[in-house]
Structure formats: C-alpha cells, structure tokens
T-cell receptor
Framework: SQQGEEDPQALSIQEGENATMNCSYK?????LQWYRQNSGRGLVHLIL?????REKHSGRLRVTLDTSKKSSSLLITASRAADTASYFC??????????FGAGTILRVKS | DTGVSQNPRHKITKRGQNVTFRCDPI?????LYWYRQTLGQGPEFLTY????????KSRLLSDRFSAERPKGSFSTLEIQRTEQGDSAMYLC????????????FGPGTRLTVL
C-alpha cells in the first residue's frame, strides 16, 4: 500500500520558477528519499534526508523534513524544462523496502 | 553501462500464459528488490533479496508470483497464469546493505496482459 499522499498531484510552472512538492507519511522512518521518474523511464535517486536531519541541499534541490508532522517537502529552484517528470517521495522504516507515495507530476513550460 | 538492467523491456502476453523477467543488478550490490508500478501510482514493493536469500515478500506477491536469485547475482521474477490485473511496469532495484539504502533502479519491464 502507498505510504501517504503527495501534494499537489500535478504542478505546471514556467521555466525559471521554483517548484515545491510536499509529501506526508504514516509511520516512523529511518530516512526519506526523493526520486524522479521521466516518462517511460526508471526512477533516479535525487536526495536522501535522515530522520535526525531537518534540511538538506543538493544543487538546485532543497529538502525539508518535519518528523513531528510526518511530512517532507522538495523545492526545485530555477526550474528547467528538463525537470519535467514525476517526483516521488519514499520512506525507509523498519525493514529495507522503499514505500512510495503516489507522486507529483511536474511540468515545466519553456 | 554498469547500471541495473532488465529484460525484456516490454512483454505482451495472453491471459493464462506464464512470463519471466530478468534483472541484472549493479555487480557489487548485494540487495535486490522487485517493485510493481501501475499507471498514475508510485511503485509498490513486491520482494527483496540479500545475496541469494529472499528476506521479505509483500502480500501483493500471490502464489502465482515467484522470484529467485540463485547465485546472488541476477534475479528472475516469474508470473504464472497471468491475469489482466498483472499488467504493470515491473521495476528492479539494487543497493548495498547499508542503513541509508539508496536504491538504483532499472528501466523496468512493461507487461501487458491481453
């Protein structure tokens, strides 16, 4: 079953704008990861944030984690057309499997 | 290319037939995972191996599904007596056995059951 909800389900922005996606989860976690999936292709790992971290940066990506609210957000700054993809959060709790949300579809218009 | 590979990329079959998919993980990765993804949803966990041992199976993995990793390297996923509801993308991933558990995904096998 899916871990939780991602919000929004779909997002359309202009190139150069920032995109923010949110993820909620249900159980305690060791870490939370964000993945990107381009149309018809496999998932690519973007960034991992541990449960004892609150914020993490990687290039144009900024991830926050609020374990008290069981939520995370992914910010993509200065978006590009190539950022068009589906974005998924995934949690790792007990055990080793990833539990994914339903994803946010991001469209960046040039 | 040293990434995760999956074969075939596409499979069309008739209901009731058996199908088998193969996954070749990144060579030094001792963990291998299978996920299933349907349209508009995130991937759902099916099963995972550490070396050749199958350590966890989802309740999604009915008795028509079987997975093996005989020598701790490549893995196969077999679906017997396929049903239309089995139509999905089947994703394989591999990782090292570390806490952070970053997983590397293959391109997937898209199964269509007619």
């Amino acid at each position: 079953s899916q871990q939780g909800e991602e919000d929004p389900q779909a997002l359309s922005i202009q190139e150069g704008e920032n995109a923010t996606m949110n993820c909620s989860y249900k159980t305690s976690i060791n870490n939370l990861q964000w993945y990107r999936q381009n149309s018809g292709r496999g998932l690519v790992h973007l960034i991992l944030i541990r449960s004892n971290e609150r914020e993490k940066h990687s290039g144009r990506l900024r991830v926050t984690l609020d374990t008290s609210k069981k939520s995370s957000s992914l910010l993509i700054t200065a978006s590009r057309a190539a950022d068009t993809a589906s974005y998924f959060c995934a949690t790792v709790g007990g055990g080793n499997k990833l539990v994914f949300g339903a994803g946010t579809i991001l469209r960046v218009k040039s | 290319d040293t990434g995760v590979s999956q074969n075939p990329r596409h499979k069309i079959t008739k209901r009731g037939q058996n199908v088998t998919f193969r996954c070749d993980p990144i060579s030094e990765h001792n963990r291998l995972y299978w996920y299933r993804q349907t349209l508009g949803q995130g991937p759902e966990f099916l099963t995972y191996f550490q070396n050749e041992a199958q350590l966890e199976k989802s309740r999604l993995l009915s008795d028509r599904f079987s997975a093996e990793r005989p020598k701790g390297s490549f893995s196969t996923l077999e679906i017997q007596r396929t049903e239309q509801g089995d139509s999905a993308m089947y994703l394989c991933a591999s990782s090292l056995a570390i806490l952070e558990n970053e997983q590397f995904f293959g391109p997937g096998t898209r199964l269509t059951v007619l």
